[in-house]
């Protein structure tokens, strides 16, 4: 659970409470790391709209915009923020946008979580973020990036099939299609 979430960080010692010790572990071990690596090597990832397991709390924008505006300082690499709602949101208020967390952070920015060509190419043309992760349908399409040069249509999202690797099928992970213009032809 992160140190981030008052709902799973129930510590009462400086580790606890307020949105500064809350931020405080991950200071520490940005410090820690900074002895080691300058910081223009390291980078954060955040998910402030999380809702594994039971994350959020009535506070998040309030922790989560300090936390940010704290990693702005950090001088860092980049600060990846899992902001879209692809996986759930934990309904403890209005969902933080990228365009909110950019208010706060200056230096380079990646968002993700249900991303599509459309919405990344908005979010990148406006200046919110720097770089948009499109995780998923990469499993479906290895071809992803041919596929949104071209405009050729992706390959339907199958969950079921993500983690098959783990059967005893040989279905799965590596064996989503590449374009075929012909097989989709005789599909239609």
């Not at 980078?43 to 702005?72: C, H, T, W």
Request: charged share 25%.
């Amino acid at each position: 659970v992160s140190t981030q979430s008052t709902w799973g960080n129930k510590r009462t010692d400086r580790y606890g409470g307020s949105p500064e010790n809350c931020h405080r572990f991950l200071r520490e071990v940005l410090e820690a790391v900074s002895k080691e690596f300058a910081s223009q090597r390291i980078g954060v990832r955040l998910s402030p709209n999380g809702q594994f397991n039971g994350m959020g709390a009535p506070d998040f924008r309030e922790v989560y915009s300090y936390v940010i505006k704290e990693l702005d300082r950090c001088d860092l690499a980049y600060l990846h923020a899992m902001d879209g709602l692809a996986f759930g949101f934990h309904d403890q208020g209005p969902p933080m946008t990228i365009e909110e967390i950019r208010s706060y952070f200056r230096n380079p920015l990646i968002c993700n979580a249900g991303y599509t060509k459309e919405s990344a190419g908005a979010v990148l043309s406006a200046g919110h973020a720097d770089l948009v992760g499109l995780g998923r349908p990469f499993i479906s399409n290895p071809d992803l990036v041919e596929r949104l040069r071209n405009d050729w249509p992706l390959n339907a999202d199958r969950p079921e099939r993500w983690h098959t690797w783990a059967k005893e099928k040989s279905e799965g992970y590596t064996d989503f299609p590449t374009y075929q213009p012909e097989a989709i032809a005789q599909e239609s």
